[in-house]
C-alpha cells in the first residue's frame, strides 16, 4: 500500500543506475470489467520538462526510488487513451459527494495498492492523515497518537463508490448516482448547499425528476432560483409539477415573471391552475402559505364509501392526517382523523363521526395568526376557506410556524407533512 503524495517527488533512475528525474504525477486508466483503474504511466519531470514513461517499462513503483527496466534510450512511447487521468492534477484536491456522511468533502491523498503485478487505485483519503502525509507530517501524528493514547480519525472513500467527471472543466469527483437515490432529500438539500451554483445544478441534472423536485423543496427559495436557472424551462415545468403546488408557486414568485410565465404555460394546466390561485395572495398571508393537495370526502359517504374515495384521490395529499368533509359546492362542513375513520363501523356516514366545528381562516389571515391557531389547538394543519366557506387548500403546521421556529430547529423536526 502506499499514497500518491508518497510517490511523487521519488527519483526515477534507469536501468544503469542514471538519473533520469523525479515522479511528478500517475497516469491511470479505468476498465469496464474492473471497478478500480489501473497504473498505466509515470509522469516524469526532468529539468523542467515533463514526459511520460510507460509502466510496463517500469520496475517497481512502489518502493523507495523508481528503477525502470532499461535504458533512457529503450524507452516505449506511451498512448494516451481518451478516458485516462492523472491522480495529482486531475484527483487530488477536488470534491466528492460522501453519500455515508451525506456531505461535500475534499480528496486529500489517493491510495495505491498492488493486485496482480498491477498498481491500482483503491482508496481516495478525506481525512486528517492525507494533509498531513502531503505536508511530510506523519511523524508528528505519530507523536500526537501516542500522547493522547488514540489513533487519528482515519477517512477514506473506496475508489468503486466514486466516478470521474471527464466533461467538468473542474474535474470533480461524486459517487456514482445510483447512491444518491438511497439519501434523504433534505440530505441531498445539505450537499447541494456546499456546491457551487454549476456543480450543484450538474447534480441535478444526474437525478430524476422527482428526485430534483424533493431536493429542492428542501432548500432556501433564492438556492432554488440559482439552481434551475441552468436548467431547460421544460425540466423546470416537470419539476414544478412534482413540487407542491405552494412550494411550486414560491419558486415561481421569485423568477423572473416571463419565465415565470412561460413554465406555467408549460404545466399541466390542473397543476398550474393550483399554482395560479396561490399566486394570488401575498406570500407570508394564509393564501400564499396554503397548499391545494389535502384529503377530502363528500358529505354524503358513509365510512367504507369515505375510505374507497381516500384510496382514489389522497395520493398526492399534501398530509393524510385529516380528512375534510365537504358539501357539492366544496363548502367545508367538518373533518376527522385517520383514526375516526379506522375505528367507525363501515356502515355509519362520516357526518356522524365528523368532527363539525372546524377552525379555519380566510385567506388574508396573517401568519402569526396561524401559528397562533396552531399553537392554541395543537394543530398539524388548518384549512383556508373562502367566504363562502368553500375549501382552498391547507396551511400545515411547519410551514405556519416557520417564521416563529429558527431554520436549523425547524430541520431538525420530524417531517409530518411528507
Not at 502506499?2 to 534507469?14: L, M, N, R, Y
Not at 451525506?102 to 483519503?125: F, H, K, P, T, Y
Request: aromatic letters at 6%; a negative charge.
Amino acid at each position: 500500500m502506499a499514497f500518491i503524495s508518497e510517490i511523487t517527488g521519488k527519483p526515477v533512475t534507469d536501468l544503469q543506475g542514471r538519473p533520469v528525474g523525479k515522479v511528478s504525477d500517475l497516469v491511470a486508466r479505468p476498465h469496464r470489467d474492473f471497478s478500480h483503474p489501473t497504473i498505466e504511466a509515470v509522469e516524469v519531470v526532468r529539468k523542467g520538462k515533463k514526459f511520460f514513461i510507460p509502466y510496463s517499462d517500469v520496475a517497481a513503483l512502489l518502493s523507495v526510488a523508481v528503477p525502470l527496466k532499461c535504458s533512457m534510450d529503450q524507452l516505449s512511447e506511451f498512448t494516451a487513451l481518451e478516458d485516462d487521468f492523472s491522480l495529482v492534477d486531475d484527483v487530488l484536491d477536488k470534491q466528492i459527494i460522501d453519500t455515508d456522511g451525506a456531505r461535500v468533502v475534499r480528496v486529500n491523498d489517493v491510495e495505491l495498492l498492488r493486485v496482480n503485478g498491477q498498481v491500482v487505485v483503491s482508496n481516495v483519503d478525506v481525512g486528517i492523515y492525507g494533509i498531513l502525509r502531503r505536508m511530510g507530517l506523519m511523524r508528528l501524528a505519530a507523536s500526537l497518537q501516542n500522547r493522547l493514547g488514540g489513533r487519528l480519525p482515519v477517512s477514506g472513500i473506496p475508489w468503486d463508490y466514486v466516478e470521474l467527471l471527464r466533461r467538468d472543466p473542474f474535474m470533480r469527483l461524486r459517487v456514482p448516482v445510483d447512491a444518491l437515490a438511497d439519501l434523504h432529500p433534505a440530505d441531498i438539500a445539505d450537499i447541494l448547499t456546499d456546491l457551487s451554483q454549476a456543480e450543484g445544478g450538474e447534480l441535478l441534472e444526474s437525478m430524476d425528476v422527482s428526485q430534483v423536485a424533493d431536493a429542492l423543496e428542501e432548500v432556501e427559495t433564492d438556492l432554488q432560483v440559482s439552481l434551475v436557472e441552468g436548467m431547460s424551462d421544460e425540466k423546470v415545468a416537470d419539476v414544478l409539477e412534482e413540487m407542491s403546488p405552494d412550494e411550486a408557486a414560491d419558486l415561481l414568485a421569485e423568477l423572473p415573471p416571463d419565465r415565470s410565465e412561460d413554465l406555467l404555460e408549460l404545466m399541466e394546466k390542473e397543476g398550474a391552475a393550483d399554482v395560479r390561485l396561490l399566486l394570488r395572495f401575498a406570500e407570508d398571508s394564509a393564501g400564499g402559505l396554503m397548499t391545494t393537495e389535502y384529503a377530502y370526502v363528500n358529505n354524503h359517504l358513509n365510512a367504507a364509501e369515505a375510505l374507497a374515495q381516500l384510496r382514489q384521490t389522497a395520493a398526492e395529499a399534501e398530509q393524510f392526517f385529516y380528512v375534510y368533509v365537504l358539501e357539492p359546492d366544496d363548502r367545508l362542513v367538518g373533518v376527522f382523523s385517520l383514526s375516526d375513520l379506522v375505528m367507525a363501523n363501515p356502515a355509519t356516514p362520516v357526518v356522524d363521526f365528523m368532527h363539525a366545528r372546524v377552525v379555519s381562516v380566510l385567506p388574508d389571515a396573517s401568519q402569526d395568526e396561524l401559528a397562533h391557531l396552531v399553537s392554541k389547538y395543537n394543530l398539524l394543519a388548518l384549512p383556508v376557506v373562502d367566504e363562502e366557506e368553500r375549501l382552498l387548500g391547507i396551511v400545515t403546521a411547519d410551514d405556519a410556524l416557520d417564521k416563529i421556529i429558527p431554520t436549523a430547529w425547524k430541520k431538525r423536526l420530524p417531517r409530518f407533512f411528507r
